[in-house]
Structures are given as C-alpha cells and as structure tokens.
C-alpha cells in the first residue's frame, strides 16, 4: 500500500485518507536517523490491529511518500 508521512507533526500520531484516497500518517518524531519510519510502522500496526513486526516499508525509506507491506 502506498502512504503519506508528515514527520514532525503535532497531531501524531494520526492516520487520515486524502481527496485521492492516500492514507496521510501524522508522527511526532523528526525525520532523523529512522525515527519516523520506526512511529510510522507503529502507528499503521495500531491503526490495523498487527503487531508492529509484521509492517514494513518497503520502498520510500528516504521519502515521504512510502510503499508499506503489513502481512
């Protein structure tokens, strides 16, 4: 699934769904040494009710825009 990160936010953690459809990921943590990839795959596991082990990115990891598996 392809996602939206907004690092840095102050509504983090949040996930929303834009006007095309695109799942918006709100995380508190900067984009600074994987911070905001690691709340990013945290908060998709919350949000789908998996355990955080089983969401990885897996393209976009310099991006803002991602590609994420959630097995």
């Known amino acids: 699934m392809r996602i939206r990160v907004k690092p840095g936010s102050r509504k983090g953690p949040l996930i929303e769904t834009d006007a095309e459809g695109t799942l918006v990921v709100f995380v508190r943590e ?29 393209r976009g990891h310099g991006a803002r825009f991602k590609t994420v598996r959630i097995d």
């Open 30 to 58: 900067r984009a600074v040494d994987g911070a905001a990839n690691t709340a990013v795959e945290k908060a998709l596991a919350a949000h789908f009710g998996v355990a955080p082990s089983r969401v990885a990115i897996t």
